[in-house]
């Protein structure tokens, strides 16, 4: 990798998580919100990702890989097949954050968080707008 390709990729990191930042504030909002009125976790869930799916394809797609053409359903089916993988992830570390550390479901949503979202970064950028040269 070169400069200008490191340059390329710390920049698309740095919005990656600008955009995360803000998807992740968000996605926590519908998840408590869902959550207080379900008292569902996997309702709670399943609104997050639902909501997060979309925002983070936009955001990330045109924001932090410039991305303006292409195939984009196939690139949003690829968004939602890897956060079905990512909600799965997501369901049992906060299960196990909250059953092994006895905390309360929205800190172990938090701390779940930290892992789900570099995981998602090293998916979008490598698999589901891989073939763009960002």
Same mark, same amino acid.
């Given at each position: ?11 698309? /990191?740095?919005?990656?998580? *600008?955009? #995360?930042? &803000? ?5 926590? %909002? $519908? !998840? =408590? @919100?869902?959550?207080? /009125?379900?008292?569902?976790? *996997?309702? #709670?869930? &399943? ?5 997060? %799916? $979309? !925002? =983070? @394809? ?77």
């Amino acid at each position: 990798m070169n400069i200008r390709e490191s340059s390329v990729w710390l920049k698309q /990191l740095i919005k990656f998580n *600008l955009i #995360g930042g &803000i998807n992740t504030l968000l996605t926590y %909002i $519908v !998840f =408590s @919100f869902v959550f207080a /009125l379900s008292g569902s976790e *996997l309702l #709670g869930l &399943i609104g997050d990702y639902s909501f997060g %799916i $979309v !925002f =983070s @394809f936009f955001a990330n797609r045109y924001f932090t890989f410039k991305i303006s053409e292409g195939k984009m359903l196939k690139e949003f089916a690829k968004m939602v097949a890897s956060y079905i993988i990512l909600f799965i992830l997501n369901y049992y570390i906060l299960d196990y954050i909250k059953s092994v550390f006895s905390l309360n479901i929205y800190i172990s949503q938090f701390i779940s968080l930290i892992f789900v979202v570099l995981i998602s970064f090293v998916v979008q950028k490598f698999f589901i707008f891989a073939q763009h040269d960002h």
